[in-house]
């Protein structure tokens, strides 16, 4: 678990102090309590931090930074690189094999660099005779990193996470009119994006270059892996398909002899349950959360029941979390909300941050989720497919389609009539953004073309929300099915085995690939989704007064106090499945903005008894 930040002041050294890189570590400091290393060169205007604290470690690794430093590179990583072994024994006389292994390939082959590593990771390197700072991201997305190049001020400000980038003086803190579009749009802000005007998170696989003049050199150093077929039958592939999902797993165990795994009672986490019980793990704990708020809503608590029995099966350690009608989540919201610093519409948040709030209680700092093993293994069916062109229109393109299917929040009308002042190129930004995560795609089918687009797209969210939540915590989450060999497999089984021609058939290969570990009635429950949480039930109605009233609006300027009325009148009597999304979606952004524009804390102290 760790986390880094830096500072390229190439024009004003003094910009790149150490007084403002322990401020820009204070911000990270949760991502890290056990130990920081710094980096001051006062003449060359660079300062990089770090914060560590050890977790996946087998019972034998010791404990170490991700950081090397000697007299030509500096080197901090924020996650992991699993074939750091394969950089020769060379990478043994440094501080730390993976940043070792990260230089050994920079200074190998910069063309080609990072394109070697596997792993998820933030990373920095700093070349000290050429005065360049590389800045790299993971291929999958599942590690953040976020910069800010201020050309006018000959300044690159870079942290894992946007708290640490607005530590520094020089970043102006106003709302970026595109972030704020997709936002509204998507429910999310995905890369390249940062809510903050000139600052952007770095887009999955890719790399940049900051020489000493201040030149940016950005390249995409991986795409999506082409979708080519391969024939077999349903038995072969999910052979294969098991092979590849067991290496996953254990690649990201890394040893671990203590794992916790977030289990929902489904397959996907189920599977990941089962796969480190194969393995050997010796101690696995697993976390569960269900909802006993509605009697007349069943299925509301399912997931307690079935992952009672996946934890029974494979005789994990296991701690259900239930949310009943006595309880109040206006103690712990607050706090929830105060870690994300850009707003997320999903309420997973808190339910994430109960689930790893829960493993640190029990002492689990190393935990797994089943997350992102959809876009390997399903895809639309052909009847999906054809709704979505019959609602968007048979000229649409399939960009076009996939935005039509992932606009969640306020459709473009809706932010005209929301907005104070309205973004007209809204449809443009937002279908821009659809159109960067699909380059590169090569896909003969629409299925797989969307897959291939939403892939890393949707796990900005996802990944980032439960980063987010866990880290917080003191708990490294990691995501064996979102991984780069992992992808590359799944776009060569064939479409009608991830349910292009038949729902019955969504993730065969997979559910094929562990029918024999499987517990009974797991892989044929019916899919229920996890329920939707956006307290329509008066729990947080004085957090709504607080941040929705009309003096609160006004004050923050983004909204219209009528629109926002219309919203909350017309959640109150709604019986949709998603009512009480909008409120809550216009709920974050103030809440955000009041604590990071306003920098009004006083604002999270909610009054109850």
Known sequence: MSGICGIYSYRNPALASRQTLTGMLDAIGHRGSVARRTFVDERAGIAIGHVFAPAFLASEDAALPKWHEDENYVATLDGSIFNAADFGPSSGRYQDRESGAAIEHLRQSPSTFPEKLDGHFGLAVWDRARRELWLARDVPGCRPLYYSHLADKGLVVFASELKGILAHPAVERRVGREALTAYLTFGYLPAPLGIIDNTHKMFPGEVLRFDQTG?????????????????????????????????????????????????????????????????????????????????????????????????????????????????????????????????????????????????????????????????????????????????????????????????????????????????????????????????????PSFGDFMNGTLVR?????????????????????????????????????????????????????????????????????????????????????????QLLSPAALERVGLFRPEAVQAILDADKVSTKKSAGQRTWGVLVMQAWFERYINRNEAIFEIQHA
């Open 215 to 443: 030149d940016m050199t950005e390249r995409l150093y991986w795409q999506i892996p082409p979708y080519d077929v391969q024939q077999g039958d349903l038995e072969e592939l999910a052979k294969q398909t098991r092979e590849q999902v067991i290496r996953a797993v254990e690649k990201h165990a890394a040893g671990a002899r203590r794992v916790g795994v977030y289990l929902s009672g489904g397959a996907d986490s189920t599977i990941v349950l089962g796969v480190l019980k194969l393995l050997g793990v010796p101690e696995v704990h697993t976390f569960t959360m269900g909802f006993r708020t509605d009697p007349g809503k069943e299925h509301l608590s399912e997931d307690l029941y079935w992952a009672e029995q996946a934890a029974r099966a494979f005789g994990s350690i296991h701690h259900p979390i239930v949310i009943d009608r006595r309880h109040d989540p206006r103690a712990l919201l607050p706090h929830a909300l105060r870690q994300f610093d850009e707003p997320t519409l999903t309420p997973n948040c808190y339910s994430k941050f109960l689930l790893a709030e829960a493993a640190r209680r029990e002492g689990v700092d190393s935990c797994m989720s089943g997350s992102c093993a959809g876009p390997c293994f399903q895809q639309p069916s052909i009847k999906h497919i054809r709704k979505m062109h019959a609602a968007a229109g048979d000229g649409a393109s399939r960009e076009e389609l996939i935005l039509f299917n992932r606009t969640k929040l306020f459709s473009f009308d809706q932010q005209q009539e929301l907005l104070v002042d309205a973004e007209p190129r809204a449809r443009e930004i937002a279908l821009g953004i659809i159109q960067r995560f699909a380059q590169g795609v090569e896909a």
């Open 457 to 545: 797209m949707q796990a900005e969210k996802s990944i980032g929300v439960q980063d987010r939540a866990s880290i917080v915590n003191g708990v490294e989450l990691r995501h064996p099915f979102h991984d780069a060999a992992l992808l590359r497999f799944a776009n060569t089984i064939p479409p009608r085995f991830k349910g292009s021609e038949s729902d019955d058939m969504q993730k065969a290969v997979l559910l094929a690939a562990f029918k024999d570990m499987m517990p009974e009635g797991i892989t044929s429950r019916e899919k229920t989704g996890f329920p939707s949480y956006y307290w329509t039930n008066g729990e947080v109605d004085d957090l709504k007064q």
